[in-house]
């Protein structure tokens, strides 16, 4: 089995690469470990940076995205020392986020790739990339009724995200790893509950941190600071929506909508970024390049960037001859996945803080509440907010 470009896993960075190759008339192939059922309903970002929109409507993946996701432009911060709100719209770039749940873009990337011809072959897992490193990558795969193969290509695409095979057949020695933990926890919760703010919600507040987040009119994302170590289902449902409520201050700001939870899960807030994001004709990109914590929304969108980035690098190799595309890959995409994580390494750090009465929590906390009162007060540190938090 052969062709021009492997594409490992089928999530926004292979499946935005596999459309854009194929626009470009390069032959490609993408190898997804899933069913598409799978893919159509897991659910996991949902902010849409401006940019990542121009992307997507600059090659006609953003129909889905017009109809049905929403602007969205205000962050409304709670703290011991009252409310504030910020319009990033008007701040900064003046741009805005489109709500758009992944999995509903994942939904419109996968219908346009196959209706233009386009090959995903469905539960079929890369084992390992061989010989990225000679000129001629082969991929080792168990296919969906559990039989070993092998595809030949000229490029592989590791979109396979953190746990993939890309990642794993780097030899040891040719890629930098930079792992932090960032030392918090995080429960992701979906709630079928409509919002309860027209704004993304961020309470601080001494029992730890929670976040309010939408995703459509029916269906509303909070997130719950979590003692490390405990599984997502410890607590009853009455409990989350009473921590929730407690922490968002609602008996001054108003209750929450409350409704059935879907979803739990756990996410320890980690980053972890490889370079450099080529390793010969295997390119990393998406999550399998650079992990970042959900904290500032930059996960999907980084991978949209970065296989917009490389299709158009492939392209410029495979059909005219010029690899200077593949060769720069690798530390454009630094360049704007070292500005993400910075971001939201601030993020964590204005969210969450040390708890405990001892001296170092309570200066960590007299910090905190000092970058919010100039988030709350200076001009251009909300310029400054505004630009990095739509911005990729
Ligand atoms: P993935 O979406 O993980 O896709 C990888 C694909 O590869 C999967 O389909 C997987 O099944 C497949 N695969 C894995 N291994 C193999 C294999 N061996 N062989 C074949 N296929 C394989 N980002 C934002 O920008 N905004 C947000 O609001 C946001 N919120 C988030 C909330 C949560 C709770 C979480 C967990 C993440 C959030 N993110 C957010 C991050 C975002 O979801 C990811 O960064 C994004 O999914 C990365 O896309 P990807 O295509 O690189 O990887």
Redesign the pocket.
């Known amino acids: 089995k052969a062709t021009d470009v492997l594409i490992?896993?089928?999530?926004?960075?292979?499946?935005v690469l596999g459309n854009l190759l194929q626009d470009h008339g390069v032959d490609c192939v993408v190898?997804?470990?899933?069913e598409p059922a799978?893919?159509r309903t897991?659910a996991?970002?949902?902010?849409?940076?401006a940019g990542t929109v121009r992307i997507l409507e600059r090659h006609g993946l953003a129909d889905g995205l017009h109809r049905h996701g929403r602007a969205h432009s205000t962050c409304e911060f709670r703290t011991t020392d009252g409310r504030f709100r910020l319009d990033y719209s008007r701040l900064g770039r003046g741009e805005r986020h489109t709500v758009y749940p992944?999995q509903q873009l994942?939904t419109d990337l996968l219908t346009r790739f196959t209706a233009a011809g386009g090959r995903v072959e469905f539960a079929?897992?890369?084992?390992a990339v061989l010989g990225a490193d000679t000129g001629r990558p082969s991929v080792t795969?168990r296919e969906a009724d559990g039989r070993p193969a092998t595809w030949r290509a000229r490029y592989v695409a590791g979109?396979?995200?953190?746990?993939?095979?890309a990642r794993r057949s780097l030899p040891a020695g040719s890629v930098r790893r930079h792992h932090h933990d960032h030392g918090v926890t995080w429960l992701?919760l979906l709630a079928e509950a409509p919002p309860s703010l027209d704004a993304v919600g961020y309470a601080v507040h001494e029992r730890g941190f929670a976040g309010h987040?939408a995703r459509t009119r029916e269906i509303t994302?909070y997130y719950l600071q979590y003692e490390r170590g405990t599984p997502a289902g410890a607590w009853s449902e009455d409990r989350i929506w009473d921590e929730l409520e407690l922490r968002m201050r609602t008996t001054q700001y108003g209750p929450l909508r409350r409704g059935r939870i879907t979803q739990r899960?756990v996410?320890d807030l980690e980053s972890d970024v490889l370079e450099p994001l080529r390793h010969g004709a295997l390119f990393l990109?998406?999550?399998?390049a650079g992990?970042?914590s959900?904290s500032a929304?930059?996960?999907?969108?980084?991978?949209v960037l970065a296989a917009s980035l490389l299709a158009r690098a492939l392209a410029d190799d495979l059909l005219h001859g010029d690899p200077a595309g593949l060769d720069a890959y690798s530390a454009r995409c630094l360049t704007s996945i070292w500005r993400a994580q910075e971001f939201s390494h601030w993020m964590i750090g204005l969210l969450h803080g040390p708890s405990g009465p001892d001296g170092a929590a309570l200066f960590h906390d007299a910090l905190r509440r000092s970058r919010l009162a100039s988030l709350r007060t200076s001009r251009s540190h909300q310029d400054w907010f505004a630009e990095h938090y739509v911005g990729v």
């Open positions: 490992l896993g089928a999530g926004p960075a292979g499946l190898l997804e470990r899933a799978h893919l897991r996991r970002a949902g902010f849409l940076a992944q994942v079929t897992e890369a084992v795969v979109c396979d995200g953190r746990h993939g095979a992701g987040m994302r899960a996410v990109v998406g999550d399998a992990l970042i959900p929304a930059k996960g999907a969108n980084l991978a």
